[in-house]
């Protein structure tokens, strides 16, 4: 008989180590998680490169099965890319522009970070402040033009001031030489930098609140502030029109829900059986929709159309074209497109045009009944 190794010996370890073979990774679907080990093994030996998901009918290639899936080093979500963080959630936003391009460079394998999507959700939100600074500045722009116009005294720092309040807090009440001209009473000639300090402190103040209605000036009556203690009321106007809201939280809502509306549909509920964290990850990305609605919705005004009114009409009662039938029609193509590139490019459903154009009706139909069950409460 041969001589077989002591298991043992420290110069043997080595050997025993060397020889075993590492243990294989288990085999899942991608879509649904079920094990494909078996139905891979019996495929290969056959000589197939390729077969199908016995639980979802998934298409899937043996070799890139067992190949761990590589994100694009654009994408905000990669593992192991040699792109800085704003690169990649630049990359990433950009392509979201181009839906059926993007989601055909994200493979199902590839797993999801928590901190990519806290990432992509603080750029999406970085865009809604563009968007509301550029409504902010149609609005004072005028004002700051005609100031330069009429040669008005003060015309620069008022200008700039107006200018400075619609970036730090596009949503707020107040304008920005407003608050400038009563620091100025409060504090006095001669105090310039004091001013500016007073006036940065309290954009600041706006910024951390800016749905605050009212603000203190002054203190003990002085020769130049005989009045003493101000309270001034903004006087801006708001972002959004009161009948504005309703469509546009609406939209805003149906965005992000529509992923969850395949739940509803038998192709993805109980053939594709999808996994939880796909849905997550198509709600996630889904949430840059909110970005053109909102920007369509602050643009709708200066076209001409007017909110109120039936949302089934594209035609109010003085008659110009609806903004709430329009925003919601347009809501509703967005969405639509988006689920059809993802269901079609990223989960590889059939009838892909179907299943978007179903999720978004869905959604903007269920967001809509939900606003307007909470007036009927």
Known sequence: MGHVPDKSSPNTKNAWRVASPAPRRS????RCGHHLDGNADAAEARGETRGVCTECALPVEWSKLRADAIAPKWFVEAQHSKYWWPRRLTGTLLRCVRPFHFWSAIDLAIPFSRRGAIVFLIGVAALLHVVAVGQRLAYVGPACLDRF??????????SAADIALAIVAPTARFEGS?????????????AASEVALRTAARFALIAISPMRREMSFGGAPTAWNPRGPTQITGRAPELFWPDQSDSTIASSIAAVLAPLAMLLLPTSLRRARIRPRHFVRVSLYASVLIVPIVATSLLLPHLGAMYGGSAISFINLYGQPNADAILLASATLFISIWMTAA????LRLPHAAGVGLSCGLIAVLTSMLVLQWRWVM
């Open 343 to 346: 269901a079609g490019r990223y």
């Open 27 to 30: 085999l899942e679907c991608p």
């Open 178 to 190: 407003d608050i400038l001209s009563w620091t100025r009473s409060e504090v006095g000639p001669g």
């Open 149 to 158: 116009r009429w040669k008005m005294r003060n015309a620069e720092t008022e």
